[in-house]
């Protein structure tokens, strides 16, 4: 069979997502930013067309003083900047045997950008919460059906975490204004926790007396083995490194070919619960590693950091390349991937199979 194959493997209904959905092609590694038509994206229904003219933030729920904000008034109010390392929680998804059936990302559903815009805290206080207020309910504009469940894109945050966490209501990314497919005109952004949190296409923010119960807080997003089962919420980044893979691709396999001599291997590290303070290299699959050299390039906490490490490639043969960060509460990135019905939170080591010539 000569381009032909009869594997069953991935459904027409995960390529369709995953041509939607695009991943950052790990040559991006390179930029400390990732330039923004190579950060990954993902859009759970529809891109929404947004009249910024017409667009109002609605700050109401549990509040003594409910708001209603423009692009204007919010453009107007003190602006910070941050860089922010974000991963979606369905990262490595498809790499999980058996396969949870939804976007089939590989390793790389990753991206770094600048956002700027209105600190969160801000207009919470404004607003001035009700004492019995718990959780802040941010809504997307996006509507689909999903889980059988019909909806808007919306998730929560408790409210401590939406005061102190370092969030931004952010209209640029990157020195522009976001683009459609990253949440224009406005979207929350939250260092360190998963992809999910930070809401696209924000258009109310609601304060309430009780938890959340939405759909993708209360069903999706939660590591359980079973349907049955309640399991935890996804929250904050687990520690990950990816590595630039090194030399040049197959085509098709995208295995590498590199000359026998030696090659500065780089990448970066993050975590969304601590700084990173180690990455190893391993050239064995993982049996033995040796320290990489990091670099603080970017100055937000959470943010990625790079590392470099000079290779050796052996006389001839296969490696295969791994890398393995570790944040500064001791948590390492296992070996082995820990299965769960989502697919989330897999921050198994990369392997990157190397042939040298
Ligand atoms: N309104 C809305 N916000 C959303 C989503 C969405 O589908 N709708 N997807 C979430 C998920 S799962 C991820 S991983 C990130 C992706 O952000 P990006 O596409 O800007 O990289 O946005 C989050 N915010
Ligand atoms: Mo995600």
């Excluded at 522009?176 to 930070?198: A, D, E, I, K």
């Excluded at 509460?329 to 989502?342: D, F």
Aim: hydrophobic residues 40%.
């Amino acid at each position: 069979m000569d381009g032909v194959t009869a594997d069953p493997g991935i459904s027409l209904d995960e390529l369709r997502l995953a041509a939607r959905n695009h991943a950052m092609p790990l040559e991006a590694l390179r930029w400390p930013i990732t330039p923004v038509g190579l950060h990954y994206l993902l859009i759970h229904y529809d891109v929404p067309l947004v009249d910024p003219a017409a667009f109002q933030l609605e700050i109401g729920g549990a509040v003594g003083h409910p708001l209603a904000l423009t692009l204007d008034d919010l453009r107007d109010r003190p602006a910070v900047e941050v860089a922010v390392t974000m991963e979606c929680a369905g990262n490595g998804r498809a790499l999980l045997d058996p396969r949870p059936v939804s976007q089939p990302w590989l390793t790389e559903a990753v991206g770094t950008a600048r956002w700027r815009g209105v600190p969160l805290a801000t207009l919470l206080e404004e607003a001035s919460p009700a004492t019995g207020a718990v959780e802040v309910v941010f809504s997307g504009l996006d509507r689909g059906v999903e889980g059988g469940v019909d909806q808007r894109y919306e998730r929560s945050l408790p409210l401590g975490e939406a005061l102190e966490a370092g969030c931004v209501l952010a209209y640029e990314m990157n020195g522009s204004p976001l683009p459609p497919q990253h949440g224009f005109p406005l979207r929350l952004v939250v260092p360190g926790w998963y992809g999910m949190t930070n809401v696209k296409w924000l258009a109310s923010i609601t304060l309430s007396e009780e938890p959340f119960t939405g759909y993708q807080v209360a069903t999706g997003y939660r590591v359980r083995q079973t349907e049955d089962e309640d399991g935890r919420p996804v929250t904050r980044m687990r520690p990950r490194s990816l590595m630039v893979p090194p030399g040049i691709p197959d085509f098709l396999t995208r295995d590498r070919v590199v000359e026998r001599t030696p090659v500065l291997l780089e990448g970066r590290a993050w975590s969304g619960r601590a700084p990173v303070v180690r990455v190893e290299v391993s050239q064995d699959g993982g049996e033995t590693w040796a320290d990489a050299e990091l670099t603080r390039e970017l100055h937000d906490r959470l943010a990625w950091v790079g590392w470099s490490f000079r290779w050796e490639p052996p006389a001839q043969g296969a490696s295969i390349l791994c890398c393995r960060a570790t944040d500064e509460t001791g948590e390492t990135q296992p070996l082995e991937p820990e299965w769960n019905l989502g697919g989330y939170e897999n921050n198994a080591v990369q392997r990157v199979p190397v042939v040298v010539r």
